[in-house]
């Protein structure tokens, strides 16, 4: 079982970021919960950790989290192009090309987008070879 419930990212339009995460997280292995007609999305992989996306509590704009990401595993390299070029496609920009990361570690395989809120999301592949 994961330590980790959840983990909820701020959004300002949740009908764009169910459209761009249905997708990015669906190259990844993830599916969207069935949810009541109004609720923000949320995704799983297998479990917990689910990943929600609401606007803020507090009624004020969604902002993303300076210094903060979040990084999912990427089964395959191929899977990490296709996360990021997924996310590109859905109106997410670009924050690292896939590629290698030596700096972190031998087989370290990843990919840095930001989705359409600024959200800054990973996906990042340590098999080697693949």
Request: hydrophobic share 30%; with cysteine.
């Amino acid at each position: 079982m994961s330590i980790i419930s959840h983990i909820t990212l701020g959004t300002n339009d949740t009908e764009r970021a169910g459209l761009f995460y249905d997708e990015v997280l669906g190259v990844l292995g993830f599916e969207r919960l069935p949810k009541p007609p109004g609720k923000p999305p949320a995704y799983e992989k297998g479990g917990m950790p689910t990943i929600y996306l609401y606007p803020p509590e507090d009624g004020r704009p969604s902002t993303w989290g300076n210094g903060t990401h979040i990084a999912f595993v990427a089964e395959t390299k191929e899977a990490v192009h296709s996360f990021h070029e997924a996310a590109l496609r859905l109106g997410g920009s670009c924050a690292g090309k896939p590629g290698p990361r030596p700096h972190y570690g031998e087989n370290y395989y990843a990919a840095y987008v930001r989705d359409p809120d600024g959200n800054k999301l990973q996906a990042v592949c340590y098999a080697a070879g693949t």
